[in-house]
């Protein structure tokens, strides 16, 4: 036991000793994977250190055995080395199982060599020496030197890994570099061992170890956790320590959140507050503004704890173009659901129901508003042929025939349609059916084949037939019972004209005038009703015989009206044939009430997109009420009988999407008609 014996005793036991005291410290990691790694290292060198030290103190035939068993000790170390380096660098080598498996095999092979070693004793071997004490010497065979080589080797892999991580990252990693490299130390003392008596060859890599183990661990632990996790979660990270405070941060970092800068010891909260909260919020998006131009960050954190160092780390990642994306997204899909909501506003004022109907007449889509009319819930009617709505088979092969027009591109309205309810009661409705068309297809471009079903929004009809044959039945009584009786008083008022003189005779033909005006009203009641629907599909029609007729009408009715004409050959409108109708009641108007004999000129020309048809007269004009009837429709009083007709004229032609105008004039009334030009005047 001289002084260099308890010497080289002492700094082997101790470097294990130091080993297995750091090792409690190790398994707090949270990290699993540098837990596995770094505990594996430190109780593998730990026993090797310890064994070391025995070597040097147990009996004579234990000895080489001891070292033995150090060495496999000492071989382990290295990989659990490597598993260390690459869990904590972000590499994944230690999950390949394909390299695990080649570990394995290397290790098992290696061991066996050196537990052989008494057999062929190719390793090591063993004399006894006295300087600088005592000791038994191992003299290291060519295997070893290949053994070793191969483990300092894969421990400089490993080494490489972390200094990389170091000098690559942005942080302070000085303290770290320094201590990591006392790895590195045992290397020197093993070369100055092979040249110079000044040490004995006896490996002394626990030492370096140990010295990794004191300081990596147990001085610097939070930063070695900090920069570990920084620089494998992004460029731009925060590092704070378990008291909030900014420890490190890259340069990355700075860059993006300028406030950093200095901000080393101060509180996250205080330097960059938004960051702080996305902590203990689920909002984990920050904005930044700088100079009205906004940058998005994403914010995670990620923790880690060894012993009693705990220390958080932000990452920034710079997210702005999806989250650009991501708002623009959520504002198209508020936007959306607000246009939904228009339509289903619109479809429930407008509308019963809704159906959409696909190509081969099966309901895809029903309404929750069919139920109180129909009876059906919707999911009922889903999937469902359109025959279950059917009255009977008629009604079917109409509505099939109509929706075949729908598939062949063209929009359709069906009024009174007979449907069956669930009781089977039949109801009628209204429907206007469009047809849907692929998305994906430019609208200037869809054509019959881009059709994928049918839109049918229906209502029900059930008042509008009720009001209607309300208005049928007043009709009919003013036709029929009021004209009668009309017809009886002025008949009897004529006779009396006859027999009466003077005063009486005037209060006569008085009654035959009041009549006839009653009469008129009933004719041109009688014409509203049988032009009260008016198809919505406008035809190309040449206006030209139904203005030449109206004149030969006019002509004949009233031979003391001088009439002129100017039509051109051809004038092709889209129209109707009922604007017939309308040119008559204004013909007929400026005959009765332009003088005792009228002056009618009536021109047809085209100007641009329009047929427009001229009637004046030399009248004294018309009143401003019926001025009213003609420019807006507004027939109050109903007091003319020629009011009436006018409404009629300014009914249809309106409603033939045509305008009429009543401009002023020096003397007389102009009346000027304007019909558009259909696209395809063929």
Request: hydrophobic letters at 45%.
């Amino acid at each position: 036991m001289t002084p260099a014996g308890v010497a080289y005793l002492s700094v082997f036991f101790l470097s294990g000793v130091v080993c297995f005291l750091v090792v409690p410290r190790a398994r707090t990691l949270d990290n699993a994977e540098l837990r596995h790694g770094l505990v594996g290292m430190l109780a593998a060198t730990g026993m090797w250190g310890v064994l070391k030290a025995a070597f040097f103190i147990v009996p004579d035939p234990l000895r080489e055995a001891t070292y033995t068993i150090g060495l496999v000790f000492g071989f382990a170390t290295v990989w659990a080395w490597l598993y260390f380096a690459s869990a904590y660098t972000g590499r994944q080598l230690h999950t390949n199982t394909t390299l695990r498996r080649l570990s394995v095999g290397v290790f098992l092979t290696v061991v066996t060599i050196k537990l052989t070693n008494p057999i062929h004793g190719l390793y090591f071997t063993t004399t006894e020496r006295t300087t600088p004490f005592r000791y038994l010497a191992i003299d290291h065979g060519v295997i070893h030197w290949v053994s070793t080589s191969l483990s300092y080797m894969l421990a400089a892999i490993g080494l490489f890994m972390i200094l990389e991580l170091y000098l690559d990252s942005e942080y302070d990693t000085r303290p770290l570099i320094i201590f990591t490299g006392l790895l590195g130390l045992p290397v020197v003392l093993d070369l100055i061992a092979i040249v110079t008596p000044a040490l004995i060859e006896f490996i002394y890599a626990p030492i370096g170890v140990a010295a990794f183990a004191i300081g990596a661990v147990s001085l610097f632990g939070d930063r070695l956790l900090s920069i570990g996790a920084a620089t494998q979660t992004a460029n731009a990270a925060i590092v704070i320590d378990r008291n909030g405070r900014i420890q490190d941060f890259s340069t990355a970092a700075v860059s993006a959140f300028p406030e950093l800068e200095d901000a080393a010891g101060e509180k996250l909260a205080t330097v960059l507050p938004a960051i702080a909260a996305t902590r203990d919020s689920e909002e984990t998006v920050v904005e930044r503004t700088d100079n009205g131009q906004s940058t998005y960050y994403f914010v995670s954190s990620r923790s880690m704890t060894i012993g009693n160092a705990t220390v958080e780390v932000f990452a920034l990642t710079d997210i702005t173009d999806h989250e650009r994306q991501r708002r623009q997204l959520v504002q198209r899909e508020r936007e959306l659901d607000q246009r939904n909501e228009l339509y289903r506003a619109v479809m429930a004022a407008s509308f019963s129901f809704l159906f959409r109907i696909d190509l081969e007449n099966r309901f895809s889509f029903v309404s929750p508003s069919v139920e109180p009319f129909l009876g059906y819930e919707p999911d009922e009617l889903t999937g469902e042929p359109i025959s279950v709505l059917a009255s009977d088979e008629e009604t079917f092969s109409e509505v099939s025939t109509y929706l075949d027009e729908v598939k062949d591109g063209e929009s359709i309205q069906i009024r009174d349609h007979p449907v069956a309810t669930r009781s089977g009661r039949t109801v009628y409705v209204d429907m206007r059916a469009v047809p849907i068309y692929e998305p994906s297809v430019d609208r200037n471009e869809q054509t019959p084949a881009d059709i994928v079903g049918m839109q049918v929004m229906a209502q029900d009809a059930s008042q509008r037939r009720q009001r209607e044959g309300l208005i049928s039945v007043i009709n009919r009584v003013l036709r029929h019972n009021v004209r009668n009786e009309l017809t009886v008083i002025r008949g009897r008022a004529e006779m009396l004209t006859d027999e009466l003189d003077s005063d009486a005779r005037s209060n006569a033909e008085t009654i035959v005038q009041s009549a006839d005006r009653l009469l008129s009203i009933t004719e041109s009641a009688q014409n509203i009703e049988s032009n009260r629907e008016l198809s919505p599909e406008l035809e190309a029609l040449d206006i030209v015989p139904l203005v030449t007729d109206s004149i030969a009408q006019l002509e004949d009715r009233y031979p003391e009206a001088s009439v002129t004409v100017d039509v051109p050959e051809r004038a092709v409108a889209e129209t109707l044939p009922q604007i017939e109708t309308a040119l008559w009641e204004l013909l007929e108007n400026a005959a009765e009430h332009a003088g005792p004999q009228p002056t009618i000129d009536i021109t047809v020309v085209r100007s641009g997109e329009l047929i427009v048809i001229t009637i004046a007269d030399d009248g004294s004009g018309l009143p401003e009420d019926e001025r009213d009837v003609l420019a807006n429709g507004k027939e109050e009083p109903l007091i003319h009988g020629q009011g009436l007709g006018l409404y009629l004229a300014y009914w249809i032609i309106t409603n033939l999407d045509g305008e009429i105008e009543v401009p002023g004039s020096p003397s007389g009334t102009t009346i000027t008609i304007e019909l558009p030009i259909p696209s395809d005047p063929s």
